[in-house]
């Protein structure tokens, strides 16, 4: 959800209000990190930042080494929105959901990617929805951050790469259970370099996890015989990332010459015709224009396999490594529409249920059944002194949406940009969709 009257209270503008949501994240900063932590550009956070502490939004301190900024008590924040918030009620609304991410802030939880309430058919493609229901709601339980590969767009960055014990993840298997869940996503890093992997799959399926997905960059699945003793062990399906079927663009963006080696994970999961495969490319500035290729490089599999198959085009997240190659990798939106509306437009003539994720719905008209996000929700489960706690909102803080799209009638389904990308171009490719 998008804030609104919290931001106008503050009389913010978008790009202050972006900032402010930035701080969200963070407690308090030297000026030189508050532009990389918040993704917006250096140049404007030291224009911005006096800005929000003339407004007594953000707070200076001197130290020795110089300004650190931090947001006020969010209670101060909410003091000053509240004189001049036009709804009181959207304001209250909006002030427990702010109250909730603050809180939220560093406390241990689970992410749970949950189905999509929408459940009209008519607004839904059904092996998407047989592909979704059978897989959420899942758990996404990251074994750790170490990973074979370094990709250029990689949301983990690459420092401080670590590996969780065993006792930690089965204690989070355990939480999830006590909730009913019954489904969980292996991811990491690489989750195939974890050295009790296999253990962790038999846990899960003795605790009563019904699907175990695991999410990989399929390197480790071109040794012969892993992936049957991961099968042994109970997973039901498995996520390729696969970005282009041009090699040289593959190795580039990887930083690894693995193009063999991920190709031949996509055989190996065609052996086993009962496993569900996902496949994410991720679109960047040096793959864009292969994307029919790679709508073709899909479909010859699908073609060629049984299992049910549901690939998705992925609008790269400016976040960590992305972030800081992002002069290279990240393009405008309205620069990758034709090679994105081509290769959907091949998968589906195709038979292919090619799905996209986290472009705004006002630039694929007429394909909103094929947006992936109107599947899914993702959530933040905590646990508080009142019970369990399912928070969407910092989730949704990482994307926004421009003031026009307050008219536009997708506005409740679409979830507009990410914050970084809006930091970077604005909002003026975003056209709202007229209609009742
Ligand atoms: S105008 Fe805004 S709300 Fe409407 S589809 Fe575009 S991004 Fe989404």
Not at 67 to 90: M, R, T
Not at 286 to 292: H, I, T
Request: glycine letters at 8%; hydrophobic letters at 40%; a negative charge.
């Amino acid at each position: 959800m998008e804030f609104q009257c919290i931001p106008d209270a503050l009389g913010l503008n978008p790009e202050q209000w972006s900032l402010v949501a930035g701080f969200l994240g963070f407690r308090e900063e030297p000026e030189s990190r508050v532009g990389y932590l918040a993704r917006m550009p250096q140049e404007r956070v030291a224009v911005l930042l006096p800005q929000l502490v003339g407004l007594g939004i953000v707070r200076r301190r001197e130290t020795a080494q110089g300004p650190w900024y931090g947001l006020i008590p969010v209670e101060e924040l909410l003091a000053k929105a509240a004189l001049a918030a036009e709804d009181p009620d959207v304001f209250e609304m909006e002030a427990n959901l702010l109250r909730r991410v603050v809180e939220g802030f560093g406390t241990p939880g689970l992410t749970v990617i949950s189905s999509s309430e929408d459940r009209d058919p008519a607004r839904r493609i059904p092996e998407i929805t047989k592909y979704a229901d059978t897989l959420m709601p899942y758990i996404d339980l990251r074994l750790g951050t170490r990973c074979n590969l370094n990709c250029t767009y990689c949301l983990l960055g690459h420092e401080n790469r670590t590996t969780r014990t065993t006792a930690e993840i089965v204690s989070d298997l355990m939480l999830g259970r006590r909730r009913n869940l019954q489904k969980v996503a292996l991811t990491g890093g690489e989750p195939t370099l974890h050295p009790e992997v296999l253990k962790i799959i038999t846990v899960a399926r003795t605790l009563g996890y019904r699907q175990v997905i695991l999410v990989t960059n399929g390197v480790t699945l071109s040794i012969p015989g892993v992936l049957d003793r991961l099968v042994e062990a109970g997973i039901t399906a498995v996520g390729i990332s696969f970005d282009t079927p041009d090699k040289e663009i593959a190795h580039e963006l990887w930083q690894s010459p693995v193009f063999d080696k991920v190709s031949l994970a996509f055989d190996a999961v065609a052996r086993h015709p009962q496993l569900l495969l996902g496949s994410i490319a991720v679109i960047t500035k040096k793959n864009a224009s292969q994307l029919p290729d790679l709508a073709n490089w899909w479909a010859d599999r699908n073609d060629a396999m049984e299992n049910l198959f549901v690939p998705n085009i992925d609008f790269v997240m400016p976040e960590e490594n992305a972030w800081l190659n992002r002069e290279e990798l990240l393009p405008k939106l309205t620069d990758v529409m034709e090679p994105v509306l081509k290769a959907l437009e091949i998968a589906h003539g195709r038979g292919l249920p090619l799905t996209f994720r986290g472009f705004p719905l006002c630039l694929l008209p007429g394909l909103e059944r094929y947006s992936y996000d109107r599947y899914m929700s993702i959530f933040r489960l905590t646990s508080s002194a009142e019970g369990d706690v399912f928070d969407k909102t910092s989730v949704d803080l990482l994307r926004t949406k421009g003031p026009q799209c307050r008219r536009c009638k997708l506005r409740r389904e679409c979830n507009g940009v990410s914050r970084g990308y809006a930091n970077l171009y604005g909002y003026e490719e975003l056209v709202p969709v007229r209609g009742a």
